[in-house]
Nanobody, 123 residues
Framework: QVQLVESGGGLVQPGGSLRLSCAAS????????MGWYRQAPGKQRELVAG???????DYGDSVKGRFTISRDNAKNTVYLQMNSLKPEDTAVYYC?????????????????WGQGTQVTVSS
């Protein structure tokens, strides 16, 4: 199993910055891709940014040029630097990781999710 613990959310004014962190722990062989998703009230969960173990990245169109995803493979931790925040960035941000683990019967590759951290952009 993989446990994901997020930190760094909070309240920030428009134009401000926040940095989210997500650390993976538990019993697993390897963490592959990691990423951040967000869900605003009344909306579907959407991809914010993703990063593969080799370092290649993907970003949602609405955050390109403002957000930067990075990871520390030695610490199994992913970061999301959010700059020039806008009110429409307000959402619960969820960490996601693809992990290789033993599920009790066989080695399996599964998606794991954190509990979510609230980001509110408001003056």
């Amino acid at each position: 199993q993989v446990q994901l613990v997020e930190s760094g959310g909070g309240l920030v004014q428009p134009g401000g910055s926040l940095r989210l962190s997500c650390a993976a722990s538990g019993s697993f062989f390897q963490i592959n891709a990691m990423g951040w998703y967000r869900q605003a009230p009344g909306k579907q969960r959407e991809l914010v940014a993703g990063i593969r173990s080799g370092g290649s990245t993907d970003y949602g169109d609405s955050v390109k040029g403002r957000f930067t995803i990075s990871r520390d493979n030695a610490k199994n931790t992913v970061y999301l630097q959010m700059n020039s925040l806008k009110p429409e960035d307000t959402a619960v941000y969820y960490c996601n990781a693809e992990g290789i683990h033993y599920n009790g019967r066989r080695i399996s590759t599964d998606d794991f999710w954190g509990q979510g951290t609230q980001v509110t952009v408001s003056s």
